[in-house]
């Protein structure tokens, strides 16, 4: 340590990123197919470099080295047999990345494309996610390639309670809290819910969030994610000392999160114009989007985007999702899944004059994307922090389950408006102390990486 403090700032800079380095060679040496997690491990390690280099204890315990391998990685398979009799085996996966504040917490996935890059890196950026919320929770992810689109609800869950049989072995109350994420809503959390507990032979509600209000679920918390969204957003209008009131807003996707995003939004003046689904988009310029179409379509009878322009004329309806960021906005909020905001399509963002870009999914902006809105001075609120609000309230969720009470939808509103609050300032004074004022892809990423960095040293080498 006392050569380090003797070193100038630049080669302390050079001692930093050769340390950087070579932990993520090592990461890429080990898990060569790995891309997605590389990607945020690489976004990730360079945001945290200026903390490195002001706090040289970090490299004196190797905590890169620690953080960025999970304390367990669990694999499994999933048999179930469909409505023909047939038997079905899918793979089921459980990161249980850092526990260094708290249980493992984070969502499970059902959908064709995960696997264990996918897991790990949702559980990676979940470590820094939670940290951020001011709860005391871990960073955790988990799910399988099983599709349920075109599956029956009895398909449904015969799936989800062979997937619980083997989960329930890994999680509880105090080790680990699962909670949805895409393909998972409050049907497969209720058929998980129920196999665990009868595994269990008794009612252990903390054990998964997102659950129904009949056993054990809190208010909000479906709106949470969408919600949280928008109040990060207003905090960073407040930045630049405007309003969300009288924004154009384009919203990807039309699942949870989108929905909620809009519904907010809306509710505080500012106006959707378009939306979309993974085979195209709907534009309303002039009337905007009415969510109660979006509602109908999508939560009740389950269909396309593409359907709502039979009950809205005014709207044009395109095949091809991604081309949504060509329409003008003043705020883009990408909502749907990872990588789907590419350069081509942040290039395009900021020609047409959008000023505010902040993520409702995972990681759904590339590098690439990020460089250019950073580059462009696009105010750009990165997902860890934007999209926070989800978690946040089922760690409320854990909290009420703990005390056996149920707050008011108004409490846990207003706790969550609060903790979105704090998370932006925390990130903005993170990113004026460490890099640059405005940089909250920086100040996320620092702010996570302390609090659970710290606790690590604390905690010794376990």
């Known amino acids: 340590m006392q050569t380090i403090l003797k070193e100038s700032t630049s080669e302390v800079e050079k001692r930093v990123q050769s340390y950087i380095d070579d932990v993520f060679t090592m990461i890429k040496r080990r898990d060569p197919h790995e891309t997605e997690f590389h990607q945020t491990v690489s976004v990730i390690f360079k945001s945290i470099k200026p903390a490195l280099v002001k706090n040289p204890a970090y490299i004196e315990h190797q905590i890169l080295e620690q953080i960025v391998e999970p304390e367990k990685l669990i694999t499994f398979r999933v048999p179930w047999v469909d409505d023909q009799g047939k038997t079905q085996v899918n793979r089921g996966y459980r990161v249980q990345f850092n526990s260094a504040i708290g249980p493992y917490k984070g969502g499970l996935r059902f959908h064709p494309t995960v696997n264990t890059s996918i897991v790990k890196f949702l559980g990676f950026q979940q470590i820094f996610k939670n940290a951020l919320t001011g709860q005391p929770i871990g960073g955790g992810k988990g799910g399988s390639d099983f599709d349920p689109k075109g599956k029956s609800d009895m398909e449904i869950m015969r799936f989800c309670q062979s997937f619980m049989t083997e989960l329930a072995n890994y999680i509880g109350p105090n080790t680990d809290v699962p909670a949805g994420d895409i393909g998972v809503g409050s049907k497969e959390i209720g058929y998980m819910f129920g196999q665990y507990k009868k595994i269990r032979g008794n009612f252990e509600a903390g054990v998964l969030t997102g659950k ?32 969300i009131k009288g924004k154009r807003v384009v919203v990807s996707g039309s699942g949870n999160v989108s929905i909620y995003a809009m519904e907010k939004a809306i509710e505080l003046g500012a106006k959707v114009v378009a939306c ?16 109660d179409t979006v509602k109908r379509l999508k939560e009740v009878e389950k269909g396309r985007i593409s359907d709502y322009i039979d009950a809205h004329p005014t709207a044009v309806y395109k095949e091809n999702c991604k081309d ?20 081509k399509a942040a290039a395009a963002l ?38 926070a609000g989800g978690v946040a309230v089922s760690s409320l969720e854990m909290g009420q389950n703990s005390s056996r009470m149920a707050w008011s939808f108004e409490e846990v509103e207003t706790r969550l408006q609060e903790i979105m609050r704090d998370i932006y300032k925390n990130c903005e004074q993170a990113a004026k102390m460490y890099e640059k004022e405005g940089n909250l892809v920086v100040g996320a990423n620092i702010a996570g990486f302390i609090k659970v960095a710290d606790a690590m040293i604390e905690l010794g080498v376990v």
């Open 212 to 243: 129904g209000l009949n056993y054990g679920g809190s208010l909000a918390r479906k709106e949470a994610t969408g919600y949280g969204l928008i109040y990060f957003v207003s905090e960073m209008l407040k930045g630049k000392k405007e309003k």
């Open 276 to 291: 979309s689904d993974s085979d195209g988009y709907v534009y309303d310029e002039k009337n905007g989007i009415d969510l």
């Open 324 to 343: 949504i960021w060509n329409i003008p906005c003043d705020i883009a909020l990408p909502c749907a899944t990872q990588n789907e905001l590419d350069e």
């Open 350 to 387: 900021v020609r047409n004059g959008t000023a505010y870009v902040a993520e409702g999914a995972n990681m759904p902006c590339t590098p690439e994307a990020i460089h250019i809105f950073l580059k462009n001075d696009v105010y750009y609120g990165p997902g860890k922090a934007a999209n």
